[in-house]
């Protein structure tokens, strides 16, 4: 039982620091921290994966049953599955940001392109796309 008991601390645990590590991910993706948003996801990956790993151990253990029997035990369960929702939503949210985040970029990217360059794309005669570097800069008349 006690092995149990640590495992399912354990596990809430990595849960709870799944949760902070994603509210530290938002903020990161809201200051737009590159460095720190490639380093997060590299630890939330790593957490995920014990999380897993730790289910796994738990879903072997032979006194498993206990975890419907003992209440302490079916409480800690519970903490763990609300924390583990939570963590799913947030991660969603998180995605979407990031969505809005790179969507925004590629349109910051188009305009500065098309400012700098006086870009402008035309079709050719096949219908394929064509760019000007010069588009109605060069008129005489």
Do not use: W
């Not at 995920?48 to 409480?75: A, F, K, M, Y």
């Amino acid at each position: 039982m006690a092995a149990l008991l640590s495992l399912v601390e354990f596990q809430l645990k990595n849960a709870q620091d799944l949760n902070a590590l994603l509210i530290e991910e938002r903020a990161a993706i809201a200051s737009r921290s590159t460095i720190d948003i490639e380093k997060l996801a590299k630890d939330k990956l790593t957490l995920i994966e014990q999380i897993q790993t730790t289910d796994q151990r738990i879903g072997q253990h032979p006194n498993v049953d206990e975890l419907r029997q003992d209440g302490n035990l079916t409480s800690l369960v519970e903490q763990i599955n609300h924390t583990i929702e939570v963590c799913q939503k947030e991660n969603t949210l998180n995605g979407e940001a990031l969505d809005r985040a790179q969507l925004s970029y590629n349109r910051l990217n188009n305009l500065m392109q098309q400012s700098q360059g006086k870009i402008g794309m035309t079709y050719n005669a096949d219908g394929h796309t064509h760019t000007l570097s010069t588009l109605g800069t060069s008129l005489k008349a």
